[in-house]
């Protein structure tokens, strides 16, 4: 009997102790890493997205027909085609500022291009740039040179702190942390996809995970149930021994 007992209360020390970790685990989401997302679960990894669009400002004629000029060369650099473009076939040239290192923020357009109308959700660091046009992204000038924003900070050319002004000009989102440096009062969260968006109520947690007093019960008691069954298990060892 002592050893059916001694076997049922081994089993229920090894269930709660899956059991504790599998709470843990559901608790703690994996931060992602920066790169490109087709979709992200906003319910499981809460984010914050200012109400705000980036504004575009104003650029003398010389120095917008020279980024023209560079952002051809950049096309021809890359076009398998045989297409030389020129100054004429750069459309448009957005500037939305210039950087504290001398980087220019801006989106520029080839006349015929056609994008693709999905999102493309980039993940910057702490950030979160929702390009809602594929291939729309703004990127960085530098030197007469075109870098998008997520291959600059890869690539080292980007540090932390010039990102937060980057974040800061075009109105990065942000997942929720418990940074106090970041203002949430102005955001609110939302949940994208490449057809709808939808506003949701997000917890604020250091890993992105929404705190639930329920998960937190649930480690509770199983760490209860674990120190109790053990002390059980031990008394019977000691009454064996005797």
């Known amino acids: 009997m002592k050893k059916i007992l001694a076997s049922i209360l081994s089993t229920i020390i090894l269930l709660t102790s899956i059991s504790c970790i599998t ?5 703690t989401n994996v931060p992602f890493v920066s790169g490109h997302y087709g979709f992200i679960d906003f319910d499981k990894y809460p ?14 004629a010389e120095t917008e027909n020279q980024i023209k ?11 398998s085609t045989d297409y030389n473009y020129t100054v004429s076939d750069v459309s448009d040239v957005d500037y939305y500022d210039t950087l504290s290192d001398g980087s220019m923020l801006v989106f520029c357009d080839i006349l015929g291009t056609k994008y693709l109308t999905k999102v493309d959700t980039q993940v910057i660091g702490k950030y979160i740039y929702e390009v809602y046009t594929a291939g729309m992204d703004v990127m960085i000038y ?16 980007v540090s932390d702190d010039l990102l937060d002004e980057i974040a800061d000009i075009l109105y990065f989102g942000k997942f929720v942390t418990n940074d106090s440096s970041f203002d949430n009062k102005s955001a609110t969260v939302s949940v994208s996809t490449a057809d709808t968006a939808r506003n949701i109520t997000g ?5 992105g995970s929404i705190p639930t007093g329920q998960s937190n019960s649930i480690i509770l008691f199983v760490g209860l149930l674990t120190l109790v069954s053990g002390f059980a298990f031990v008394c019977i060892e000691k009454r064996k021994g005797h």
């Not at 530098?142 to 050319?157: C, P, R, V």
């Open 23 to 27: 709470a843990f685990a559901e608790e």
């Open 47 to 60: 984010a914050v997205f200012p109400q705000k669009k980036a504004e575009k400002l104003p650029l003398d």
């Open 69 to 79: 000029k560079d952002y051809a060369d950049y096309c021809n650099g890359y076009d």
């Open 142 to 157: 530098k030197n007469h040179q075109f870098t998008g924003i997520l291959d600059a900070y890869l690539n080292g050319e």
């Open 203 to 207: 917890g604020n947690n250091a890993n």
